[in-house]
């Protein structure tokens, strides 16, 4: 699976982004999507995820600003960014993970894409 990040950018506190990933490969083998993101100094953190079933998850930290979507007919996973603050600056990173099985049980693989770095000035 290869995931390709685009939309980070410089904004204003209070504005908004929009990323995207589009993700090609072995795209039907993908049961969960989602952004993460690493600032300067820190680790890389979940932002947001979804199953292909639809259910999501936040940072509570993002909650009520930040809207992950899916579309799997494009192979593509969305975070609408709103309400920004200077604290989410960070390279933000598309995540695939797929679930292989075999005769010894599950096991899950994480995918990457390179980030895209959203800044947000105050």
């Known amino acids: 699976v290869q995931l390709v990040e685009s939309g980070g950018g410089l904004a204003q506190a209070g504005g908004s982004l929009r990323l995207s990933c589009g993700a090609s490969?072995?795209?039907?083998?993908?049961?969960?999507m989602g952004w993460y993101r690493q600032a300067p100094g820190k680790e890389r953190e979940l932002v947001a995820d979804?199953?292909?079933?639809?259910?999501?998850d936040y940072s509570d930290s993002v909650k009520g600003r930040l809207t992950i979507s899916r579309d799997d007919a494009k192979s593509t996973v969305s975070l609408q960014m709103n309400s920004l603050k200077p604290e989410d600056t960070a390279v933000y990173y598309c995540?695939?993970?797929?679930?292989?099985?075999?005769?010894?049980?599950?096991?899950?693989?994480?995918?990457w894409g390179k980030g895209t770095l959203v800044t947000v000035s105050s």
């Open positions: 995540n695939a993970v797929v679930t292989v099985t075999t005769i010894e049980g599950s096991s899950n693989i994480n995918y």
């Open positions: 979804i199953t292909n079933g639809g259910s999501t």
């Open positions: 490969g072995r795209v039907m083998d993908i049961h969960t």
